[in-house]
């Protein structure tokens, strides 16, 4: 039994030892190696991270109602009286308050009072006066001077009141020069 194992594997060595059918693969290495080898890119550069710093911290939270302070300490909301429904708007009513500027102003010689003009995205240019509604928020213009018109907002406080905030369109520079 030994000498038949020690036969078969004397056949199986042969076998192996030939190199005279192996000349196809060895061609085939070699041209495989002379072929220019693939380049991969390096791996991309990543920007650092700078941390944002949070520079509001100390100023009112936009989800709180605003609050002001009686004679005896304790908190009040600012309410105002809800905006008229019923009274027709103004032209200057159908625009928001980023949609218009102020591009000038008017005075007559023989009144005081001054009233401004303001142009919307379109370049349609409206005379103002104080009392004259404007925005979407139910401004009213309540001051007009030579650089800046004072507007007071009555919006809805999210708890069924309305509080009132100011905001001032300033006279837009290098008006008239277009």
Same mark, same amino acid.
């Given at each position: ?9 004397a056949a199986f060595l042969a076998g192996c ?68 429904a019923a009274r027709p708007k103004e032209a200057?009513?159908?625009? *928001?308050?980023?949609?218009?500027? $102020?591009?000038? =102003?008017? %005075?007559? @010689? +023989? ?21 004259n509604y404007i925005g979407k928020n139910h ?24 509080? *009132?905030?100011?905001?001032?369109? $300033?006279?837009? =520079?290098? %008006?008239? @020069? +277009?």
């Open positions: 039994m030994m000498r038949i194992l020690l036969i078969a594997f030892s030939g190199t005279s059918d192996i000349q196809d693969l060895q061609a085939f290495t070699q041209e495989i190696q002379a072929k220019p080898r693939g380049r991969i890119d390096p791996l991309p550069e990543f920007e650092t991270y700078s941390a944002f710093v949070y520079g509001a911290s100390a100023l009112r939270s936009p989800f709180e109602a605003p609050v002001t302070m009686d004679e005896s300490g304790r908190l009040n909301s600012i309410l105002v009286e809800a905006p008229d200057l009513e159908y625009f *928001s308050l980023n949609e218009l500027s $102020l591009v000038g =102003t008017l %005075a007559k @010689a +023989e009144q005081n009072a001054l009233s401004g003009l303001i142009r919307n995205q379109s370049g349609s240019v409206f005379r103002i006066l104080v009392g401004g009213k213009i309540v001051a007009i001077q030579e650089s800046q018109v004072d507007i007071i907002e009555v919006v809805p406080n999210g708890s069924g009141g309305w509080i *009132s905030r100011p905001h001032t369109l $300033l006279l837009e =520079t290098g %008006a008239g @020069a +277009e």
